[in-house]
């Protein structure tokens, strides 16, 4: 067995996908992944290591060789070649770390709480102007939410403290508090006001104002969890912004709150 490090450019990583004699089944959005992380300089030489074995058959490692060539990026890594073919079920047996792990690593309090309110308004941010559901846009990194929460911290602990109270103060549990969280943000960014915690004190049915719009949203949330019918979480994104733009003009009453998720989330008044 030998190690060493290596530039893994373009050219490299061909090289050694070149004498790879036994393919494993690639995952697209893996290699898309990185190569976006590359692109967008978030890529980091964590010391995670190539290893290829006596054959030639890369054991660890292939993904990050086929961004490399996606993204046309070249960074300093570990060469591990020479290992015994049967090496597979002893490498990356561990658990992955999460985005909740790496907050708590970096000091941040309420870190899974954080975390799980961070990755929802990332993917909102990323999907408020994508027609239809959300399944095509890119998952949050680890990197990605990191950079994000230090940032933003001491906003994101604000808006969790609040989420977290509202949370507790519903008598039937319809929303967690990460997507109360989600939806405070989404109304008003960071600018937390009174008129946005009323509203959403309505909508989480703490302040149940029968027959207007919040009420609505309430009573469609909880029986779907009632029926075990599950709602699209980007027509529930579409119909509180409506219910928030009654809320602001008047708050009339109203039967039902229509939103067709093939267009783009409503504009927030």
């Known amino acids: 067995m ?29 290699i898309s992944e990185y190569a976006h992380s590359m692109r967008s300089g978030e890529w980091k030489e964590n010391g995670q290591g190539i290893i290829i074995d006596v054959k030639g058959v890369i054991k660890n490692g292939q993904h990050r060789m086929y961004a490399v060539i996606e993204a046309d990026y070249s960074y300093e890594t570990p060469l591990i070649t020479g290992v015994e073919e049967d090496v597979m079920a002893t490498i990356d047996i561990g658990k992955i770390r999460t985005l ?32 239809g559901n959300l399944s095509g846009v890119r ?10 929460v230090k940032k933003h911290e001491r906003e994101l602990q604000e808006i969790n403290r609040l989420a977290v109270e509202i949370y507790l103060k519903q008598p039937t549990k319809a929303f967690y508090a990460s997507q ?51 709602l699209s979480p980007r027509w529930v994104d579409g119909v509180i ?29």
């Open 241 to 269: 912004i409506k219910a928030w733009n009654n809320f602001v003009s008047g708050d009339p009453q109203v039967v039902s709150l229509r939103y067709d998720i093939t267009n783009p989330l409503p504009k927030i008044r």
């Open 100 to 131: 909740g792990d790496v907050l708590h690593l970096n000091g941040i309090k309420n870190a899974t709480q954080i975390a799980a309110l961070t990755a929802k308004i990332l993917t909102y941010k990323r999907g408020a102007l994508k027609k």
């Open 139 to 148: 998952r949050i990194t680890n990197t990605q939410g990191i950079v994000y």
């Open 180 to 230: 109360i969280g989600k939806y405070l943000y989404m109304l008003k960014g960071f600018g937390i006001s009174e008129s946005v915690t009323e509203f959403m004190e309505q909508l989480c049915g703490v302040n149940s104002k029968h027959g207007n719009s919040a009420n609505y949203v309430y009573k469609q949330v909880l029986t779907s969890k009632r029926t075990k019918s599950k």
């Open 2 to 30: 030998k190690a060493e490090i290596i530039n893994l450019t373009p050219q490299k990583a061909k090289e050694l996908l070149g004498r790879n004699i036994q393919n494993r089944p690639l995952r697209d959005v893996n």
